[in-house]
């Protein structure tokens, strides 16, 4: 749904009104290109013309433009199902963040940086990828206690299927790109061994591009609930949620969602700077605050009446 690159296709398409059409007209518009569609192929085309790809085009990639520009908004789940979800996370890392970037080298100030950070290559600021939010997130799904088989059904649910799969499903997630306003700076990391911990004889120290510890970004997630299985009920969505919450604590406070997780990276300080919730409900977009990832379950089941 609102994926970052998404937004790079429309720079490069004319201006047009930033107003979202409802899904019915919206329809009643394209019934020439729909046909031989399923009502949930057209809902999902819908949504990735509709619901993502309406932010202004006049966009300026600079490290001083306001990048609220690439988030979601509040306003959004107006145009959504009942019991979507926008969850905002603002957080300090407690650990470092790294990331693998296609180039062997950046070069800052006229310094030659070796393993450089992954960069967006418009605005140059380092950032973490909505794919990456998703392959991290995933990975700390699988690590919830749960009962194996009905966790998997909601791991599917959430996420889609997996590549190779007979049945392709689309998840309820759409993942937002994060990025540090703040620049990367080196490191050098020794290469241990994974049984004793101690330095690799013959192996020489790597120098890489890190986000120091302390540093702050924006994690931004939507939930919709939608596809809609034969055999919905409202309590997926509940079960979808609780589910969730504790899978995105585990990411933030324990495995992290960096490079070299094993070595700690990329996890948060529990307090937060900010944490915010927002459900729409019956035409209504209520919210709740949240000051920690332990109370954000709690949360959410009270914004959806439980």
Do not use: C
Not at 32 to 42: A, D, Q, T, Y
Not at 153 to 176: H, T
Not at 205 to 229: N, S, T, W
Request: glycine share 6%; net charge neutral.
């Amino acid at each position: 749904m609102m994926i970052y690159d998404y937004y790079l296709k429309l720079l490069l398409e004319p201006d047009e009104k930033d107003e979202i059409i409802s899904f019915q007209e919206w329809k009643r518009k394209n019934q020439r290109r729909l046909r031989g569609k399923s009502e949930e192929e057209k809902h999902i085309l819908w949504q990735q013309e509709q619901i993502m790809g309406k932010k202004k085009k006049d966009m300026i990639f600079s490290k001083d433009k306001d990048l609220q520009d690439f988030y979601p908004q509040a306003e959004d789940l107006q145009n959504l199902p009942d019991n979507s979800v926008l969850i905002e996370i603002s957080f300090t890392l407690k650990k470092p963040y790294t990331s693998k970037d296609e180039r062997e080298f950046h070069t800052i100030d006229g310094r030659i940086f070796e393993n450089p950070i992954v960069r967006d290559k418009f605005n140059g600021l380092p950032m973490v990828r909505p794919s990456t939010w998703k392959g991290h997130l995933r990975f700390a799904a699988e690590k919830v206690e749960l009962e194996e088989k009905g966790k998997k059904k909601i791991i599917k649910r959430l996420f889609g299927s997996e590549s190779g799969e007979d049945e392709a499903l689309k998840g309820r997630l759409y993942f937002f790109p994060t990025f540090f306003e703040e620049e990367a700076e080196k490191d050098i990391i020794t290469p241990l061994d994974r049984k004793t911990r101690t330095p690799v004889k013959g192996k020489a120290p790597i120098p890489l591009e890190v986000m120091k510890p302390r540093k702050e970004g924006e994690f931004y997630l939507l939930y919709v609930p939608y596809p809609k299985e034969k055999n919905f009920t409202e309590d997926q969505i509940k079960e979808d949620l609780e589910f969730l919450a504790e899978a995105l604590r585990l990411m933030f406070y324990t495995y992290g969602f960096s490079a070299k997780k094993t070595s700690g990276f990329g996890v948060i300080k529990e307090n937060l700077k900010e944490g915010k919730i927002w459900v729409k409900s019956e035409m209504e977009i209520k919210k709740e605050t949240f000051s920690q990832l332990d109370g954000m379950e709690k949360q959410i089941l009270k914004l959806l009446g439980d």
